[in-house]
């Protein structure tokens, strides 16, 4: 198979998946970054909820309310009291501020990491992708063994009859963090959030699986955040089972999820 040529129907066009090919290398680095850190249903304002309701929030609010209520209380006129109402405020509100700003550094630590990683500066190199010896397609790439990485692009019919693409999609299977050559690893699917709920991760998705069958891929497998509910979700939809769940007593903070290929009804 030199390219996929999958469509699904979007409101103003259609969603084509393809291989990827060397000039995507930016608009993919952005696409994960704004995938990952804008909109509402991304998964660092999902980290955000997650932590708004974690125990240290509490701690800080409960701070917050005790400094308040001190403040409040009648016959708190005294200035140790007033200082102790001020102190439990100023602590509960510092904390929780600082938290959240740690949160997002961190969370961004790791976007800008990922982007700056070795597979998404070099997609073609850590995902097996060659130039295609078919003159008819020249320019683009295939993959050489088990790896492969796709984009999903909108196709649109412009006035003058020309088409216009824009990747808003992408996936990617590596072997290379499994052990045997029977397993993958699924990384760095990101969907654009303004087209987000067509199907387009499905048809990734499914385009990645049809791969594994014909490479002998039995299981695929992932890593994702604990608290990226939207993104569990999918994968739970598109047929992923949560094989290691998060567990603060053992130190995980991600989900392991997995699927075996021959039970994949997509
Ligand atoms: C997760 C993500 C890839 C889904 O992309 P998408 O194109 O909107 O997904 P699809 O439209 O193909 O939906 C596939 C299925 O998942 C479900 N789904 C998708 N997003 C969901 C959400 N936030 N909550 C619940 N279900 C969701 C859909 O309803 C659909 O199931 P259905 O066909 O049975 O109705 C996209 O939201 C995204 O890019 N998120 C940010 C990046 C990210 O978290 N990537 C994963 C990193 S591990």
Known sequence: MEMSHKTTSAS???????????????????????????GADSPLHHLFRHELKSSRAFISYVAVFL??????????RQPIQLLTAAAFVIIGSTSFISHLLYTYGAFMAFVNGSIGGPDMQ?????????PTTDPAKSGTLVPCGKNAFWVAETCVIGASGDLQTEVVGCIGLDINSSPGDTSAELRRLAVSSSCRGQG??????????????????ETVWLR???????ALAAYRKLGFQVERAYDPFKNLDTHVLTMEVENCTL
């Open 12 to 38: 103003t066009s259609s969603i084509r998946i393809r291989y990827y090919k060397p000039a995507d290398g930016e608009h993919v680095r952005e696409l994960f970054k704004t995938s990952l850190s804008v």
């Open 122 to 130: 070099d997609v073609p190199r850590i995902y097996g992708m060659v």
């Open 224 to 230: 994702t955040s604990s608290s990226n509910v939207g």
């Open 67 to 76: 400094g308040i209520a001190t403040a409040l209380a009648p016959k708190a």
């Open 200 to 217: 387009i991760a499905r048809t990734l998705v499914r385009e990645l699986v049809a791969h594994t069958r014909a490479t002998g891929i």
